[in-house]
């Protein structure tokens, strides 16, 4: 890959970025679904990464909860899967719905100028579109490319989802559904210069597919054996066509489920070790993005005052401490890691400050960690930390403090359902069980 070294007209932060950078690829996925952040803001986020000597801007563009990309040949997907009448507020059983409409979306006109904006600054954007699961705002829009068809689709979809999770609605698998995933990406790749696109892949719900007579007679034409093997169909079918328009793609771990559907996809490992080390022995490139230490959504401490409380604690010793690729790691799998990724969900992220509060300064440890490998010295980067922090300030970046978060960074009295590292460390090794082979 040859995307620029992210230093190319930036002033730089003052962290360790020096000599030649150990990864490719040092990026930043930021979703945009669920929480339409607007131009400016997306154009200020370049500028800070770029500062941070990172070169790869993934963009979630569509997720249950919103569709942010303009598609010419189905203007509904921004029409309707734009805009939802509210969002939920907190996480867990006691959350709410807050009622408030969110919208918004990109013209393409707007993201060329992105890319633009990016590429001048050393960073590529790769854009993602999440298919063939959280799906519900393109079914919103087109109920037809359901599971069931539109009927049946309308009786259960009425707009984006306002809630948060992994809603159960995927696309059917029908060739006119294929057809207008196809449409999609042409777009998105004549917008999009990124030689690596994204088509998500994650957390495909099966029970509509299991269920439903038609999607299993389809499976029994086209002999797949099950709902693992049909998701591999429809992502290795996806890339098929990318890689028609001279592109490849990037998905989540979970595409490796069933069976291999394109030998030259970037596999993007988020579930613990095992989706890297399949990806790698099966000869794809690989991203890291472990949650435990990559997920910036997650609570930096364990003080009830921080704000909903999600995921386990990832605090900035734990960024530092990310080691992508150990020293005694064997050359097969060292030598297909493109990279490593932080990526930002913005469920709980409601506004630019509070996206600034999720991100730095741990993006800071992150950024060294891209540059150089990891884990970092701590105690050398704690003594630094003070001029990183006092150049964030500069910046005007709302970054989260040191001692915890101010009075007006708590989300006072909004429920969260903060998770406990052993307990998701046994719950990875049971999502990733299907990628044992
Ligand atoms: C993911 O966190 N669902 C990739």
Redo the contacts with the bound molecule.
Sequence with gaps: MSAGDGRAHAELAPLRLDGEPRFAWRGVMLDVARRFRPMPDLLRFVDLIAAHGLNVLQLHLTDDQGWRFEVRAYPRLTEIGGRRSGSQLGHGPASTVDGVPHEGWYTQDELRRLVDYARERGIRVVPEIDVPGHAQAILAAYPEFGVGGGDAVRARVAEPWTRFGISDEVLNVEEETLAFVGTVFDELCEVFDSEIVGIGG??VRKRLWREDARTQTLMAERGLADEEELQAWFLGRLADRVRERGRRVVG?DEMLEGRDPAPDAVVAS?RGPVGAELGARLGHDVVLCP?LWTYFDYRQSDDPAEPIPVGTVLSLEDAACFDPVPADAPAWFADRVLGVQA?V?TEHLDSRDRLDYAVFPRLGAFAEVAWNGGPLDWPDFAARLPAYLAWLEEQGVDFRPLDGPRPDQQRPGVPGVPRDRAARIAELARLTATLAR
């Design positions: 994650d957390e989540w988020w949650d990526n969900w």
